[in-house]
Nanobody, 123 residues
Framework: QVQLVESGGGLVQAGGSLRLSCAAS????????MGWFRQAPGKEREFVAA????????YYADSVKGRFTLSRDNAKNTVYLQMNSLKPEDTAVYYC????????????????WGQGTQVTVSS
């Protein structure tokens, strides 16, 4: 079991940038694949990005590819989602998740979830 706490959300204008952080508790952080999902009002939770437990490979939804970058620092038990060129359609609550897998891109593969952080992009 791992506890996750997201931070870094906020209000930004279209075209701007934000960096989300997800801090994890526990000494086995490097054993978890980490992912970010988002949920906009009235919509289902959707995959944003995921990274392998070593940080060697990352995967992105087509909607964010080229704009978002996911990285992790296993020494700090933290993952970072750098979001550039933000669009109003990126507005959502962003959730960090951890899975005891090499990599996971489906929400039902993740056993541990944070509380979420709100990202609002104004036009």
């Amino acid at each position: 079991q791992v506890q996750l706490v997201e931070s870094g959300g906020g209000l930004v204008q279209a075209g701007g940038s934000l960096r989300l952080s997800c801090a994890a508790s526990g000494r086995t952080f490097s054993s978890y694949a980490m992912g970010w999902f988002r949920q906009a009002p009235g919509k289902e939770r959707e995959f944003v990005a995921a990274i392998t437990w070593s940080g060697g490979r990352s995967y992105y939804a087509d909607s964010v590819k080229g704009r978002f970058t996911l990285s992790r620092d296993n020494a700090k038990n933290t993952v970072y989602l750098q979001m550039n060129s933000l669009k109003p359609e990126d507005t959502a609550v962003y959730y960090c998740a951890a899975a005891v897998k090499y990599i996971a891109t489906m929400a039902n593969e993740y056993e541990n979830w944070g509380q979420g952080t709100q990202v609002t992009v104004s036009s």
